[in-house]
């Protein structure tokens, strides 16, 4: 039974060609640490660690490689961001279609005195910027937000959002998460003080590598997440102010940033424009095929305007998690079934509590796939 692989909003799968064969490098050729050695390999691997925040700014239209900071994930990135930023007091505005990773930080600063509003998007999951307006308070301090849903697609405005934020001299955190990769995504024209991003997604590395970009104002104020050593300053014993050691205590994973850097250079070399377009013809083909399903439920928008190849279905009539085993054990195709991390989402489109099925798709998919997907759905539900 052949497999197809369409939970690419989980993570990317196939990765990038050379992700592999670059850690592979790393860990039989290096081996070494970064910021701790006098030695050849250790320079070596400096140089790699340099040039994938060079990259990085290259992908962000960002011009501080020094303020490119390496985390584990998007989620450890939002927590730095969001509590290192929040003090008790401070007020914070969310849209309903926040990730766990952006929800659950907040939350936790609640019990100690942050206050928080969430601006409701419309049954499509589109944000309306405007409505922000009413939820800045004296004390709103950051706008926290995704870029795009990752459980419908749907893109948000964060021009304008940014924007908003610079005219009320609030500070604006980015979640892109769903969106590196595939996205044009610039630091400046969205107005951005902070912006979280994974590798293992839509920039097609491995996982256990993310990090942020972050502005000198926004640096300057956030408290440091974890503190340890930086193989600088090692006389003294604090936290250096200086970039990237302020936010990088420990050792980096440096195989995954060996994986970053090859993906990345796949990712600049192929083009954002040519992997946006082939993920939207694949998407486009999907939704003409479920739209004639009339037992289908569409979470959120039903063309391709604003959004990513992100695209989650209900079943009113039947099991949901029932069809996505039965989509698996009988003809190879993996999705994400449930509430994708993301209740006020699912909340926001009309599927909660039973959630949906999820199918994301990548630049290494086909339209094969996609047609052997549409007459699979059509068999699961005829079962």
């Known amino acids: 039974m052949r497999e197809i692989y369409l939970d690419n909003g989980a993570t990317s799968f196939p990765k990038a060609l050379g992700v592999a064969e670059s850690m592979y490098n790393y860990l039989i050729n290096i ?10 390999t250790s320079f070596e691997a400096e140089n790699v660690v ?21 985390t584990k994930n998007v989620t450890e990135s939002l927590n730095v961001l969001i509590k290192g930023l929040l003090k008790p007091g401070d007020h914070v505005i969310v849209s309903s279609m926040e990730h766990n990773a952006v929800i659950r930080p907040i939350n936790s600063l609640v019990k100690k005195g942050v206050e928080f509003s969430r601006v409701i998007c419309n049954k499509e999951g589109v944000l309306n910027p405007d409505d922000i307006y009413g939820y800045i308070k004296p004390n709103t301090k950051a706008v926290v937000m995704t870029h795009a849903s990752n459980v419908c697609g749907t893109i948000l405005d964060l021009k304008r959002v940014g924007s908003i934020c610079r005219e009320r001299g609030i500070y604006f955190i980015i979640d892109a998460a769903q969106t590196a990769g595939f996205l044009d995504i610039d630091f400046n024209e969205l107005m951005a003080d902070a912006i979280a991003f994974t590798g293992h997604k839509g920039l097609l590395g491995p996982q256990g590598i993310g990090g942020f970009l972050i502005s000198d104002e926004l640096a300057a104020i956030l408290d440091p997440f974890i503190e340890g050593g930086t193989g600088s300053l090692s006389d003294k014993e604090i936290q250096p102010e200086y970039m990237p050691d302020k936010f990088e205590a420990g050792t980096l994973n440096i195989p995954g940033i060996y994986g970053l850097n090859a993906a990345l250079k796949y990712i600049l070399k192929e083009g954002i424009s040519s992997i946006k377009e082939k993920e939207l013809f694949l998407l486009e083909h999907f939704l003409e095929g479920i739209l004639n399903i009339p037992q289908i439920k569409i979470a959120g928008k039903k063309d391709l305007i604003d959004r990513t190849a992100v695209v989650s279905i209900d079943l009113p009539d039947s099991d949901n998690a029932i069809i996505a085993y039965n989509l698996y054990n009988d003809y190879g195709i993996m999705t994400r079934c449930g509430l994708h991390c993301a209740p006020s989402a699912h909340q926001t489109l009309g599927t909660f509590p039973q959630g949906t099925i999820r199918f994301s798709f990548s630049y290494f998919n086909s339209l094969d796939d996609v047609r052997y997907t549409i007459d699979a759905i059509n068999k699961a539900i005829r079962s």
């Open 31 to 40: 081996g070494c640490n970064v910021n701790r050695g006098a030695y050849k």
């Open 50 to 70: 340099y040039e994938t925040r060079e990259l990085l700014c290259e992908l962000f239209n960002f011009n501080r490689t020094e303020n490119v900071i390496f």
